[in-house]
């Protein structure tokens, strides 16, 4: 499955962490190769989703650097993230509540048409269609309001979102916790589609069970320091999980 | 289970209806019922005389263009309370540059106007969105401050405003019969509607008011959002200055004195949304006609001023309280 002749899509150098007095990161080095799935694992506070925003330009980090297709860069802000290809599934989904499903999957990159760039409502409906057939996200339609959505549907725009338009790599910070099977086995079979797109996914779970079904390589951490890196055909559950505990 | 099908909704009608927002009727149910009821009560006192209706037009026309300001200030989770002073700076500023240059009065009236609308926007834009200092303390402090300099400014005289191409303009002209002020309505309303709801701007707006930090994840510029929507405000209050004083051909520190009150009703019963997320330019517009209307009907019922402010709050009271509970549905 590791294809280790793909250079990196990501690589992350000794990246530091800390929110004043706290140090949330402890010296992560990690890279994530074009097609490959990294989880992410550890226990709650572990520093994963601040890891995820350091990555996605959320924070800076405090020392510490970040490579995309071996150049480095300065990711001071989400949008350049974006611009380096870097699409992000936050835990917390970012979604405008008020908004239907289609303004929420072209948020911030709105279609517009015709000398006045007035928006392209028709387009963008359309394409939200095809999107949400595609990922088999079942909504009502693409002019449903956010609000009115269950966690698991909002779940899926937001998974539609970042596969929609990721050229490079996808951060995916527990994108299952709240679903129920079936919606799980639609993630996960979006994932497996990421990777056959030869885009990078690295993914914040708690489900071993998962993580081992997905993943390609496994990066554990406990209490802001990186434990390690095993490659999953190469370890168990068992040493996983003395590696997130430390005992 | 047509949810499992999203490419196809399950019926035209269905799916109009399912777009179709009953909140968003309140204030034009409202507006027909006030209307119809003053349409009888006052019957004989002449409130549906075309003079009168186009009397309400005019009158409303300076809260109408403010309260386009504040749909943006609030869509975008902000408010705005300084705008009803910066109307009265606005135009006295106007009126003083244009008595001072009295050969280029019209030019230097309209920007002297704007401009310290603008500049009002653009101090209450700064302090919220880089020093990030409440929006709700900055324009109460502001709102104070830019009265005080009305009254300093001319020690609370009046200044008269004679220039005639500017109290046409702004004030009692017509175009093919047209009155300017209604002109200046239309034309402020229309634009604002299409730049709320047809560009990446109005998306942006209601975003950044919804979920900020989403908004700001996804590429979009918070701050400078923040900043555009209190200069729009100010913009518009400066313009609303410059038709007080076209209109009434004099500049006081009184104006606007009033407004903030009813323009802040006309823009929440006009279904835009205190915490932001969520509104209508075209509902604020109607919303301000159904209070000015209220305002000359009462009048004409022969209400002393004390008893229709009384039945004035009270009337926005239910108003609000019946538009904000339909939202919470
Ligand atoms: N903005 C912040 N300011 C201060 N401390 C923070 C901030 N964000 C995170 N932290 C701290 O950093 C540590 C790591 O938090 P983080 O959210 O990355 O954990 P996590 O591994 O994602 O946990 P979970 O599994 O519960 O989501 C925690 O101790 C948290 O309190
Ligand atoms: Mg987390």
New interface residues.
């Given amino acids: 499955m590791l294809d280790t002749a793909s250079a990196p899509v990501l690589e992350l150098s000794n990246i530091r962490k800390a929110f004043g007095g706290i140090v949330a990161i402890e010296d992560f080095s990690l890279d994530v190769r074009a097609g490959e799935v990294v989880a992410l694992v550890g226990d709650n506070g572990a520093g994963k989703s601040t890891l995820i925003k350091i990555i996605s330009g959320v924070y800076a980090p405090t020392s510490g650097a970040i490579r995309i297709d071996g150049q480095e860069v300065s990711m001071p802000n989400a949008t350049k993230a974006r611009e380096h290809g870097i699409e992000v599934v936050y835990q917390d989904l970012a979604l405008v509540d008020q908004q239907p499903v289609y303004m929420n999957l072209f948020l911030g990159r709105e279609l517009t048409k015709g000398p006045f760039r007035v928006l392209d409502r028709r387009q963008m409906i359309a394409e939200t269609d095809r999107l949400v057939t595609e990922l088999d996200v079942r909504i009502p339609s693409a002019h449903a309001t956010i609000s009115d959505l269950s966690g698991g549907q909002r779940q899926g725009i937001a998974i539609a979102r970042a596969t929609h338009w990721a050229r490079k790599l996808v951060l995916l910070d527990e994108p299952t916790a709240a679903l129920g099977v079936a919606e799980t086995a639609k993630v996960e079979k979006t994932v497996v589609a990421l990777k056959s797109r030869n885009i990078g996914v690295l993914i914040i779970s708690h489900s071993l069970d998962q993580v081992f079904r997905l993943s390609d390589r496994i990066c554990v951490l406990r209490r802001g320091k990186q434990i390690g890196v095993r490659e999953t055909a190469n370890t168990d559950k068992n040493e996983i999980v003395s590696m997130i505990t430390g005992v | 289970m047509?949810?499992?099908?999203?490419?196809a909704?399950a019926s035209p009608v269905r799916?109009l209806l399912?777009?179709i927002n009953l909140q968003q009727y309140v204030v034009y149910v409202g507006f027909l019922a006030i209307f119809l009821f003053f349409a009888v009560v006052l019957r004989d006192s002449g409130f549906l005389t075309q003079r009168n209706l186009v009397n309400i037009i005019l009158q409303t026309a300076p809260a109408t263009i403010m309260a386009i300001g504040l749909v943006f200030v609030l869509s975008a989770g902000d408010i705005d309370l300084s705008f009803g002073s910066t109307v009265a700076v606005s135009a006295l500023c106007a009126a003083m540059a244009m008595a001072a240059m009295p050969a280029a009065a019209f030019p230097v009236g309209i920007w002297a106007g704007l401009g310290v609308g603008l500049l009002v926007g653009a101090i209450n834009g700064v302090l919220i969105a880089w020093l990030r200092l409440p929006s709700f303390l900055v324009t109460l402090a502001t709102m104070g401050l830019v009265a005080g300099i009305g009254r300093s400014l001319t020690q609370l005289r009046s200044i008269p405003v004679t220039d005639p191409l500017f109290t046409g303009i702004f004030g009692s002209g017509s175009l093919f019969g047209v009155p300017s002020l209604v002109i200046w309505t239309v034309v402020a309303v229309a634009i604002g509607h299409?730049v709320y709801?047809?560009?990446?701007f109005g998306?942006?707006v209601?975003?950044t008011g919804?979920?900020a930090?989403?908004?700001?994840?996804?590429?979009?510029k918070v701050s400078r959002i923040r900043l555009w929507v209190f200069m729009i405000s100010g913009g518009l209050a400066g313009l609303a200055g410059l038709l007080y004083a076209g209109r009434l051909q004099a500049a006081k520190y009184t104006l606007g004195e009033t407004d903030l009150m009813t323009v802040i009703a006309a823009v929440i019963v006009g279904g835009t949304?205190l915490n932001g997320?969520?509104g209508s330019v075209i509902g604020a517009l109607v919303g301000s006609l159904l209070m000015g209307m209220l305002n000359n009907g009462l009048i004409l019922m022969g209400l002393s001023v004390s008893d229709q402010m009384i039945v004035r709050g009270l009337i926005i009271l239910v108003a609000v309280a019946v538009s904000l509970r339909e939202k919470t549905r």
């Fill in positions: 047509s949810a499992s099908n999203p490419a909704p799916s399912a777009r299409v709801r047809q560009t990446r998306a942006h209601l975003a919804d979920n930090r989403a908004a700001q994840v996804t590429g979009i949304l997320g969520k």
